[in-house]
């Protein structure tokens, strides 16, 4: 397949949502990661998506929107937690799970009875949505497991050649995909930590919790409440192990493992003004806010430039923290080493 590349004057975005509505697929630039939308109400369209990107299919998908009276058709219910959040948050970095209607293909929802609903702030995001005229199911537009894209060269390296076209947008803002809240019950809980953290949610709702899954590795045969959350993420090639604590001790800690792994390219994702000898060294930013941002593209340059270990120093402990830690410790695979105390 041809994949076209489009910019985001109108001709080309009336195009692309042309080919939304028609049933094709088209990634797109939000404020989080890039998406892979399809039509969300096209069984056919959704199974593409799973496909284009190797996705399990127990694995539901966000449905997008461009206007808060779109959320209505798709949902049999707003509790008062959830209108609440809506107006706070959206259009915003943030995801709410709602009760399905009918109209809602078990395609899309992996079978649940929920639906996972996102307003995007991104223009270009919205001026697709509202051109197909239809909600787009839409996933980060990566194959499977690789970290999510945040810029249009991402999306070309992973996706080229197996969708229909890609918005050639702007680079993302916020780097990880949206907070994630599943307001169904009475209590709120935060599934994903993302764009609008748990402190601004509890302004909003107070009585909100946290699923214990988001910073620990899932025990065997437990079924997360976010099913996303079992598998394997944002996994470059290079080995990732992160290394956490205060900036000196951080420091010292790299450095023995640099001695000790003086065979291989190393890799350290730095947070700090720290330098280290025989590593390739990627400043990722001294707040998690600019940290978050850059991390996905930091991961994959680390793959482009060959290396085969990274260090990623985290010495940073603020209400983005969350966010960041729920990423990159998956991109370790949980291997975490735990420094001095901050
Ligand atoms: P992605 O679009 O790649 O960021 O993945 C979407 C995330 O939302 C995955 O972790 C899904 O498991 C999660 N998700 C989507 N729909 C639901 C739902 N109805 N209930 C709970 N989690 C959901
Ligand atoms: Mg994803």
């Given at each position: 397949?041809?994949t076209k590349i489009f910019k985001t004057d109108d001709n080309s975005i009336a195009e692309a949502g042309?080919i ?6 088209v990634a797109f630039p ?94 270009t995001?919205?001026?697709l949505?509202?051109a ?20 249009a ?11 229909d076209a890609i918005i050639d947008g ?173």
């Amino acid at each position: 397949m041809q994949t076209k590349i489009f910019k985001t004057d109108d001709n080309s975005i009336a195009e692309a949502g042309r080919i939304l509505k028609d049933g094709g697929l088209v990634a797109f630039p939000t404020e989080t990661v890039y998406g892979l939308g399809g039509n969300a109400l096209m069984p056919d369209s959704v199974k593409k998506i799973y496909k284009a990107k190797g996705r399990p299919s127990d694995n539901p998908l966000i449905v997008h929107i461009a206007d808060l009276e779109d959320i209505k058709p798709l949902v049999s219910e707003i509790n008062d937690n959830a209108k609440a959040l809506i107006d706070a948050f959206m259009p915003g970095p943030f995801t709410v799970i709602l009760r399905k209607s009918e109209l809602v293909p078990d395609t899309v929802t992996a079978e649940m009875d929920t639906v996972a609903i996102r307003f995007p702030e991104n223009e270009t995001a919205q001026r697709l949505i509202r051109a197909a005229g239809v909600p787009i199911a839409a996933p980060s537009a990566n194959i499977s497991g690789k970290p999510s894209p945040t810029r249009a060269s991402h999306v070309i390296d992973d996706l080229s050649g197996r969708i229909d076209a890609i918005i050639d947008g702007e680079n993302c803002m916020v780097g990880v995909e949206s907070t994630i809240v599943d307001a169904t019950g009475d209590v709120p809980v935060l599934l994903r930590p993302g764009g609008i953290t748990y402190d601004e949610i509890c302004e909003i709702v107070p009585e909100t919790v946290i699923d214990e899954h988001i910073l620990n590795s899932l025990p065997e045969g437990e079924k997360p409440l976010c099913p996303g959350m079992k598998y394997t993420h944002y996994s470059p090639e290079a080995d990732v192990y992160v290394v956490e604590g205060n900036v000196r001790a951080v420091r010292k800690k790299i450095n023995e493992l640099l001695e000790q792994n003086s065979d291989k390219h190393c890799g350290v994702l730095t947070m700090s003004r720290n330098t280290y000898n025989d590593a390739l060294i990627i400043y990722g930013g001294m707040t998690n806010k600019e940290y978050a941002k850059g991390l996905f593209a930091n991961l994959r340059e680390f793959d482009r430039l060959g290396v085969d270990v990274v260090f990623a120093e985290l010495c940073c402990d603020d209400e983005y923290s969350m966010a960041v830690k729920n990423r990159i410790y998956k991109s370790a695979g949980h291997k975490v080493i735990k420094t001095l105390d901050l």
